[in-house]
T-cell receptor, first 116, second 112 residues
């Protein structure tokens, strides 16, 4: 039973390039969350998606960042025109339907983005 | 203090000792969860405690929740060097969404 999978694990981009981070949720999970972790910090929520729907993107910067979770395939977090401040670890988590209010979020290993 | 703030920031103990970490939060919650993160790795879910629960055990872990004080504690008994990691509490609000708010974590170092 594979857990949450993220790729790539490490990504190096030059300023101005695009970064695409992928996340495949656990089997049976249809809810995906993206978090960002800066060095020495806790995780900060970015966006919450269900299949083909963005439920909550209140933590996502208004510009350059976008996320999708298509009907088929992984969830994608896309950062356009990266800047040095985007360097961080980006974690994806998935859960079952949280409506039951007794859910757990399972995290992937993260993608470490370095912008040079 | 921010939602889901852990205390202490860092804790250093000897193997075999108990480690206690605290977490305070501000808003009403549905659940509170504790996670562990080894250096440079992803988060591992440890335990979830619901807002109507006061205490929960899982192996060497004991979690308490006091909703009147908006605080939780994580106790690791008989610690091992392998317990060395950062520990985060995460809360979800009862606003209807299920996103988690994390604190900055407690860094635990267990020396052999």
């Amino acid at each position: 039973n594979a857990g949450v999978m993220q790729n790539p694990r490490h990504l190096v981009r030059r300023r101005g390039q695009e970064a695409r981070l992928r996340c495949s949720p656990m089997k049976g999970h249809s809810h995906v969350y993206w978090y960002r972790q800066l060095p020495e910090e806790g995780l900060k929520f970015m966006v919450y998606l269900q299949k083909e729907n963005i439920i909550d993107e209140s933590g996502m910067p208004k510009e350059r960042f976008s996320a999708e979770f298509p009907k088929e395939g992984p969830s994608i977090l896309r950062i356009q025109q990266v800047v040095r401040g985007d360097s961080a670890a980006y974690f994806c988590a998935s859960s079952r339907d949280p409506i039951s209010r007794s859910y757990e979020q399972y995290f992937g290993p993260g993608t470490r983005l370095t912008v040079t | 203090s921010q939602q889901g703030e852990e205390d202490p920031q860092a804790l250093s103990i000897q193997e075999g000792e108990n480690a206690t970490m605290n977490c305070s939060y501000k808003t009403s919650i549905n659940n509170l969860q504790w996670y562990r993160q080894n250096s440079g790795r992803g988060l591992v879910h440890l335990i979830l405690i619901r807002s109507n629960e006061r205490e929960k055990h899982s192996g060497r872990l004991r979690v308490t929740l006091d909703t009147s004080k908006k605080s939780s504690s994580l106790l690791i008994t008989a610690s091992r060097a392998a317990d060395t990691a950062s520990y985060f509490c995460a809360t979800d609000s009862n606003s209807g969404y299920s996103t988690l708010t994390f604190g900055k974590g407690t860094m635990l170092l267990v020396s052999p």
